[in-house]
């Protein structure tokens, strides 16, 4: 059974760091693409950082130089260090395997997720 489990979200001031963890089960990493989404109330799910099967890593414009993903494959974990964090990154964090969203909102109807971990960040 392929099951994704996000943890480390929680509640920081401006210019904190947060790391983000999604534990997998029942697949290897090097089978899917692994993503990164947020969704804030009121907003589009959005792409915040991916890696490909071969490790290959890519993130959203508003991330670059302060987010980095990685991946552990003896934990079968990956992770999202999150820096510098501002107001606008308060969303709930989903891990994904092969999904996407649906209609602009995440979790979507493809591919595998998790159920979503909250990031809060106050000015």
């Known amino acids: 059974e392929v099951r994704l489990v996000e943890s480390g979200g929680g509640s920081v001031q401006a210019g904190g760091s947060l790391r983000l963890s999604c534990t997998v089960s029942g697949f290897t990493f090097v089978e899917f693409n692994m993503r990164w989404y947020r969704q804030d109330p009121g907003n589009e799910c959005e792409l915040v950082s991916g890696?490909?099967?071969?490790?290959?890593?890519y993130y959203a414009d508003f991330v670059k130089g302060r987010f980095t993903i990685s991946q552990d494959n003896a934990k079968n974990t990956m992770y999202l260090e999150m820096t510098a964090l501002k107001p606008e990154d308060t969303a709930m964090y989903y891990c994904a395997a092969n999904g996407g969203p649906l209609g602009g909102r995440c979790p979507g109807l493809s591919g595998y997720w998790g159920h979503g971990t909250q990031v809060t960040v106050s000015s």
């Open positions: 890696m490909g099967t071969l490790g290959a890593a």
